[in-house]
């Protein structure tokens, strides 16, 4: 499906700049939002940085980007949604890298004890230190 099709999809209008943010999304690494801002910029133009936040929540929103928050790190953006797979996540550089779900659905954890909640997603992230890091670190 093409991203203006997944747009209107989940209801959302097609503009220039909506394109543009899947495409950088798509081809980035779970970018933030200035790296999306800059990819945007080199597509079609000048468009706000507040404009690519508000476009970046309603794709998000509409289930066409997600979203991943490590703590300390601002906000990162894939296109790889519904999979449920999971990040590495540098201490030192703050790369992220994909990780599939052991499982292959949500939610692949299951908890202890749900205590009365229908859980339907579990979001892990693995703390570590990236190949390069760990090299820099020996030297
Ligand atoms: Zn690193
Ligand atoms: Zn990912």
Redesign the pocket.
């Known amino acids: 499906m093409e991203d203006d099709d997944r747009l209107r999809q989940a209801g959302l209008r097609v503009t220039a700049a909506r394109l543009a943010i899947m495409q950088t999304v798509r081809e980035g690494d ?1 970018l933030d939002v200035d790296a999306v801002h800059r990819g945007v910029r080199e597509r079609v133009g000048h468009v706000s940085l507040q404009a690519v936040y508000d476009s970046l929540h309603a794709l998000h929103r509409g289930g066409l980007l ?1 979203r ?1 928050e490590p703590a300390g790190s601002p906000a990162r953006y ?1 296109t ?1 949604v519904g999979d449920n ?1 999971h ?1 590495l996540v540098c201490r030192q550089c703050g790369r ?1 890298t ?1 990780v599939d779900c052991a499982v292959g659905h949500a939610p692949c954890l299951d908890p202890v004890s749900d205590a009365g909640y229908l859980v339907d997603e579990a979001d892990v992230i693995y703390w570590g230190m990236c190949p390069d890091c760990r090299s820099d670190e020996t030297r």
């Open positions: 779970h997600r991943i894939e790889r797979h990040h992220v994909d």
